[in-house]
């Protein structure tokens, strides 16, 4: 699975747009964006996942490049319950593997 | 639903002392996993399911032995325990084949230490 880099920490004002990068320079063509976040010392929660198509849900929306070697997690309006450790993960998980590697995140603070 | 279960919550074990860390899913999930976390790191995989009888390590599975005898359950053995497996442990499960709509559902985690 490829790898992932992201910036270890982020401040966003609430009510402001949250834009998380990650940058995943090795991904093969089918391996699949996935984006967690965990909360304080909660389990890890699902948040979005995308192969080549932005994708947008109730939590969030995924920018993927059109080379796909980068990716922007947007939480549209920051809220300060969306302070959390955000983990973005390139994995293969569509084939029998079923695993997914987690690194070490970027810190949201959100702040009021 | 119940979602994932993980007993027990907390954990206190001696030096050298066994234990099974339990861990159900009631979402006939295939793919089941253990995770093991740090303070201030992030998540590290211990072992893996992707199904009944099917079992796999992880990036760090020294230590801890697993087994799946049914898609509910999926127990992570410490045999020996040691000070260094002082750690927050997550269980997590998902459905099989292309990827979920919903991705890896985690439990609440056990807080286990080691004295």
């Known amino acids: 699975d490829a790898k992932t880099t992201q910036p270890p920490s982020m401040d966003c004002a609430e009510g402001r747009a949250a834009n998380l990068p990650c940058n995943h320079s090795?991904?093969?063509?089918?391996?699949?964006v996935y984006w967690y976040r965990q909360i304080h010392s909660q389990g890890p929660q699902y948040i979005i996942h995308?192969?080549?198509n932005n994708e947008t849900n109730e939590m969030a929306s995924l920018i993927i490049t059109e080379d796909r070697k980068s990716s922007t997690l947007i939480l549209p309006h920051a809220t300060l319950r969306d302070t959390a450790v955000y983990y973005c993960i390139v994995s293969r998980f569509s084939s029998n593997t079923g695993k997914l590697i987690f690194g070490q995140g970027t810190t949201l603070q959100v702040k009021p | 639903n119940a979602g994932v279960t993980q007993t027990p919550k907390f954990q206190v074990l001696k030096t050298g002392q066994s234990m099974t860390l339990q861990c159900a899913q009631d979402m006939n999930h295939e793919y089941m996993s253990w995770y093991r976390q740090d303070p201030g790191m992030g998540l590290r995989l211990i072992h893996y399911?992707?199904?009944?009888?099917?079992?796999d390590q992880g990036e760090v599975p020294n230590g801890y032995n697993v087994s799946r005898s049914t898609t509910e359950d999926f127990p992570l053995r410490l045999e020996l325990a040691a000070p260094s497996q002082t750690s927050v442990y997550f269980c997590?499960?998902?459905?099989?084949?292309?990827?979920?709509?919903?991705?890896?559902?985690f439990g609440s985690g056990t807080r286990l230490t080691v004295v």
């Open positions: 997590a499960s998902s459905y099989s084949g292309q990827p979920a709509n919903y991705g890896y559902t």
């Open positions: 995308g192969l080549k």
């Open positions: 090795t991904i093969s063509g089918n391996e699949y």
């Open positions: 399911s992707v199904g009944a009888g099917i079992t």
